[in-house]
């Protein structure tokens, strides 16, 4: 019994201690200059945000995965690689964002240009001073896309 208790009581202290050190090693430092890091964050596209977020009258969503069709091969192409998951939230951002700025929930809203995405992926590059971008330097462009897509949502009535 004694033995048993010893076992529970090592096994918690090692799962703390696992748990900690993952807590630690997921901090992200916060940037030595915070200038870089606002400027960084004036590459991200402006979006106008309407005050009253409405369902557009007479709007025919269509869900982007039906749209495949329209897609850039580049999206299709960059699905996989070092920069899959940085040039996926960064198209992300900038579907979305056509969507919120020209009321359009039909699949040409919905299908971004290729050559905004490389715009906005040579600008962060540049930005944060790399030559791959990775889930690290899209973050905030992450976040901003998820921001919109409730937003595209309400207005478009349906899934996006």
Do not use: H
Not at 121 to 140: F, G, I, N, Y
């Amino acid at each position: 019994m004694a033995n048993d208790f010893k076992v529970r009581t090592m096994g918690g202290a090692l799962w703390l201690i696992a748990v900690f050190s993952a807590a630690a090693w997921a901090e992200t430092p916060v940037p030595a200059d915070l200038a870089q890091e606002e400027a960084y964050l004036d590459v991200l596209p402006k979006v106008e945000i309407p005050e009253d977020i409405l369902p557009i009258p007479g709007a025919v969503n269509e869900e982007f995965r039906n749209c495949r069709a329209n897609w850039p091969a580049e999206y299709e192409l960059s699905q996989k690689g070092t920069e899959a998951r940085a040039y996926r939230d960064i198209y992300g951002l900038i579907k979305v964002r056509n969507v919120v700025q020209t009321q359009d929930c039909s699949c040409a809203g919905k299908v971004a240009s290729w050559d905004d995405v490389e715009s906005l992926a040579a600008s962060l590059r540049r930005a944060k001073s790399v030559e791959r971008l990775t889930w690290q330097q899209t973050l905030e462009v992450f976040e901003a896309s998820n921001a919109l897509f409730p937003i595209a949502e309400t207005m478009c009535g349906g899934s996006f």
